[in-house]
């Protein structure tokens, strides 16, 4: 457990300050074909301090929590900042502030399990696909849990605990046909402990039985043809695109650093159905699956609205960056580990919902894609991105047709967001990867699903 409190250290405060003690809880399990191969448990924790002298940054950190550990820490991160400042000009950058004290704790209030049933539950999920997925060649079961605890303390006053868990399960199953493995990955879970998240093995089973049914149809399924095709993306492929090739675009570092957002602030970048929002820690009344209240350097935590009604809006920033451009905040700025600064950093990407219902966009397509879940994804500066499709079908006079194997999709973002002609009606939040930028973050991505066009590769 890490100190929830940490007034009492402010004495030691010469200059402007960021105080942060932290642990990172991990828990991995991983089963391949009903053996076990990885049973780890990890904790990280420690402490650290930034300081700011006339616009310089200085940085410390220790492993160590003890009284007169955390006051070395400031006293080092101070005389950091002070030979930084000692040896430049001074920058006339003034850091803005929106204070707060928050208290936000998302553990689980039910018994906590052992290792060995956590084991007894993934076993018996083993056991049922074994049991009842008879084409498969292979399969894989992996548990990952994550519990981020965090207490800082501002010299301007802002405090915050959080304890953010997150929990996840992830199935791969193998299947070959004429002698080519043919596979697919799902993840099931979210925002919580294990205790919270699952409940039953059975509870599973539902949407073992579904990837196994998609798995058999791409297993005998078609190639997709080559060039730019009408698709629908589906939510899981949509937050990937808003995260990857728009939002990392729009972080004022990366803007700084020549970013194509830099000269497309108030200009169109979208069809008018496209709303983009970053959102803080609630969204559509419940709470976002990575939910921030406060960010690491001290600022209450708001929604940025990064694309509104297809119009580029406002970069995400942290305080020295809003400090350059003169934005405002909205608690941008996330570090992973007590070691790391923080960075500007997305929380919970998503398009806003639309008003089609996804049967309807279906039927309006008469030869093009159904693109589902995505494995992977790169984006540049420029907006222009690659990312693989493990699932999808083909769509044939309005109808879903034959499964269609692996592809890759490509091209610039906003031209793609720019050929945006339906959005539909619900939103599908998925938090099962990490981020990273120079360091691993939980993130939450998601959306509706969007009909657009895409460049299909070839076989």
Known sequence: MI????????????????LRAQENRSNQIAIINGDIVTNIKRSNSGISARVNKDGYWGFASNPLMQDNEVQKVIERATGNAGFLSSR?????IKLPARNGNFQN?????NSLQS??????????????IKTNCKELSSRVIALKTLDME????????STSYSLIPKSFIYIGMTITNDGAPIELWGNFGGLGQFEDVFKLPEGLFGEIDEQYKHLQAKAYGIYAKAGIQEVILDA????????????HTTEADLVLGGSVAGDLLNKPVASELITL????????????????????????AEDCVIIESGVLKRFMHNKESAGIFRHELAGNARAFEYSDEPLIRMRNTAILPGKSKLDEMIASIDDGYYLMKSSNGEADFTSEFMFG????????????????RDITISGVAIDVLKSVTMVSDNVVWDCAGMCGKKQFIPVGMGGPAIKCKVNIGGK
Do not use: R, W
């Not at 430049?88 to 006339?92: A, E, L, R, T």
């Not at 290792?115 to 049922?128: H, N, P, R, V």
């Open 277 to 300: 929002v970053d959102f803080a820690n609630t969204a559509f009344g419940k709470p976002c699956p990575v939910p921030v209240f406060m960010d690491d350097e001290g600022t209450t």
């Open 115 to 128: 290792q060995s049933q956590i084991i007894d539950f993934i076993m018996k999920l083993d056991e049922y």
């Open 150 to 157: 965090k207490s800082l303390l501002t010299s301007e006053g």
């Open 389 to 404: 499709i493990v699932q999808g079908y083909e769509i044939k006079n309005g109808k879903i047709g034959k499964a269609i």
């Open 88 to 92: 430049g000009k001074k920058k006339d």
């Open 105 to 109: 704790d998302f553990s689980t209030h």
């Open 236 to 247: 899981n492929i949509t937050g990937v695109l808003a995260h990857e090739a728009i939002g």
């Open 3 to 18: 100190p929830k409190d940490l007034k009492q250290y402010t004495s030691f405060f010469k200059e402007y300050t960021e």
